[in-house]
């Protein structure tokens, strides 16, 4: 489904990336994890066009999309999640929604896909009219998640769904994610919680300075102790070879 | 009663084509953080565009009104935004208000240098008979650029609410990164604030030139008061900018006729500073950042 090549690249002169390469199945959630600074969301700006990059290649179903703009990308149904909260302040949680769909030719399909998407959140039509920033948190971020379905994306790249979420919310948005998977939609995920992503993805792909260290099914890396040797500020030691 | 009436409709209309100048101030704050200190020479500039075309190419003023709305569109809109603010604002906001500053002076100079520092006629686009409403004797003049100047910001406010291109601009003024992932065309909507900036400026400019005359030093004044207007009204909001307006120009028609016309151009000053102590955000505006 998605594939990334060696990709090198970063901002101006600073790359973070140094050879990322991993593919993901369809129909999947694949999570992204590694220490701060590993390149996670800079390898998701890369993806959706926001990044340079300067080596490798990206291909969507087989077809080549480096470098391709975030334009580009919506229409291939790849939408982006980031992290921090990323609503349009002072408009209605409805027309955020609307936003969603803003590159979609047929908007009568897009309000019904809004009311679709508004049945998978009911919070979000209960204040359809309130501004977003008059949310919370919480339904900020189930706001996004709902926005970035508007155009029934393919692949949805979504970096740090929990930050700022209650561990009941972060369950709710979690299994947002497993619904929209068992549908068919492909999800690569960056997350801190570690643990719990990893509990509800299919993959799990460790990062560590901007290089590609593990990859593997979800449970794998769960049981592996060098995933919890990272996680507790060391570095994966190459496996001795046989 | 009917002449305070009278008073307040003329202040009414006096303060529309404010505001009008005054939205321009915000649209252009939303769109790339910056004041627009030329503003008021971006009101001067189109009366005498009109004045070239019926004094010296012989139109009629129909075609040069419209040729002068397009001209302003693409000079003080689209060729201001690609030679003056694309290259001047990744140097910061203070940079930019600069060269504002600096471009105000070049076009105040430029139009004296071309068109004399004398104030000419120009050209009502209405009937300026009298008329009675309520008892009340005003101008017909004063009351369509009223009725003008609010029907172009009801006409904006729609439009920027209720279209998806309207929405797309508020969602590239308060967020452009995430307006950007959404697929909108960021440099677009900043490009149309822009247009509708000079647009704006346009209107106005053939809405008041009738009244005070063309002169190159027009927009000094105007260009303060419409940046005190958007500041009084809220800066980050259009709604705060017709309120600045049409609050300023009215006080000024009550003080000028009830107290003192003496001290009428300090009126707008003192208002400033009042509303900067009591409520720095403005009448309208809001404290949590940018909308349009």
Same mark, same amino acid.
């Given at each position: ?6 990709i ?21 959630? @694949? ?6 600074? %590993? ?30 703009t975030?334009?580009q ?7 982006? *999640?980031?992290?921090?909260?990323? *609503? ?14 803003? @590159? %979609?030719?047929?908007? !009568? ?29 919480g ?15 393919k ?14 919310l ?7 994610l ?33 290089? @590609? ?9 769960? !049981? ?13 030691e ?5 | ?24 101030f ?5 769109a ?5 200190f030329?503003?008021?020479e ?15 190419l ?43 500053? =600096? ?24 009937p ?22 609010l ?27 995430? =307006?950007e992932?959404?697929?909108?065309? /960021? ?42 207007a ?24 009550? /003080?000028?006729?009830?107290?003192t ?10 208002l400033?500073?009042?509303i900067?102590? /009591? ?12 909308? /349009?």
């Amino acid at each position: 489904m998605l594939e990334l090549q060696d990709i090198h690249g970063g901002y101006g002169k600073i790359t973070i990336l140094n050879g990322v390469s991993f593919k993901i199945p369809k129909g999947t959630i @694949t999570t992204v994890i590694g220490p701060n600074g %590993a390149g996670k969301s800079t390898v998701f700006k890369a993806i959706f066009g926001l990044l340079n990059i300067d080596k490798g290649r990206i291909l969507l179903d087989g077809k080549d999309v480096t470098r391709h703009t975030p334009r580009q990308m919506i229409d291939h149904g790849v939408t982006y *999640v980031p992290q921090g909260r990323n *609503v349009v302040p002072q408009l209605s949680v409805y027309h955020n929604l609307e936003l969603g769909g803003v @590159t %979609a030719r047929d908007q !009568a399909k897009v309000r019904e896909r809004i009311e679709k998407v508004m049945d998978k959140f009911p919070i979000l039509r209960e204040f359809r009219n309130r501004k977003a920033i008059e949310l919370s948190g919480g339904q900020q971020k189930q706001l996004e998640v709902a926005r970035s379905l508007l155009l029934d994306p393919k692949l949805i790249l979504i970096d740090e769904p929990s930050i700022g979420l209650s561990p009941k919310l972060v369950q709710e948005v979690f299994a947002t994610l497993q619904r929209l998977r068992d549908q068919g939609v492909t999800i690569l995920m960056v997350e801190q919680n570690a643990k719990s992503a990893l509990a509800i993805s299919d993959y799990g792909l460790v990062l560590e300075l901007g290089q @590609t260290r593990m990859h593997d099914k979800a449970e794998k890396l769960l !049981a592996d102790p060098r995933v919890g040797q990272l996680f507790l500020g060391g570095h994966i030691e190459e496996a001795p070879s046989a | 009663m009917s002449q305070f009436l009278q008073v307040l409709l003329s202040g009414l209309a006096t303060g529309s084509i404010y505001a009008l100048v005054a939205i321009g101030f915000t649209l252009v704050w939303q769109a790339a953080q910056t004041v627009n200190f030329a503003q008021g020479e971006f009101v001067m500039v189109p009366a005498f565009f009109v004045l070239v075309g019926t004094n010296i190419l012989g139109f009629p003023l129909a075609l040069s009104l419209g040729l002068a709305l397009l001209l302003a569109i693409a000079l003080l809109g689209a060729v201001f935004k690609k030679l003056v603010v694309d290259p001047i604002l990744p140097s910061g906001g203070i940079s930019l208000i600069i060269a504002t500053m =600096a471009l105000g002076i070049l076009l105040r100079e430029s139009v004296k240098e071309f068109y004399g520092a004398e104030a000419q006629p120009f050209p009502a686009m209405f009937p300026t008979n009298p008329i009675n409403v309520f008892g009340a004797v005003v101008s017909m003049q004063d009351m369509l650029n009223l009725l003008i100047s609010l029907a172009v910001v009801v006409v904006l406010t729609l439009f920027l609410n209720r279209t998806r291109t309207g929405r797309s601009m508020q969602a590239a003024a308060q967020n452009p990164a995430v =307006a950007e992932i959404l697929g909108v065309n /960021v440099k677009r909507m900043v490009m149309y604030a822009f247009l509708i900036n000079a647009a704006l400026a346009a209107l106005a400019s053939f809405l008041i030139t009738p009244v005070y005359l063309a002169k190159f030093s027009n927009g000094e004044t105007l260009g303060l008061v419409a940046f005190i207007a958007a500041i009084v009204g809220g800066f980050n909001q259009i709604r705060g900018a017709l309120v600045g307006g049409l609050l300023i120009g009215v006080l000024d028609n009550l /003080v000028a006729t009830y107290v003192t016309a003496e001290y009428r151009a300090a009126l707008p000053l003192i208002l400033l500073i009042f509303i900067i102590l /009591v409520r720095p955000q403005g009448i309208m505006g809001t404290s949590e950042g940018r909308a /349009v």
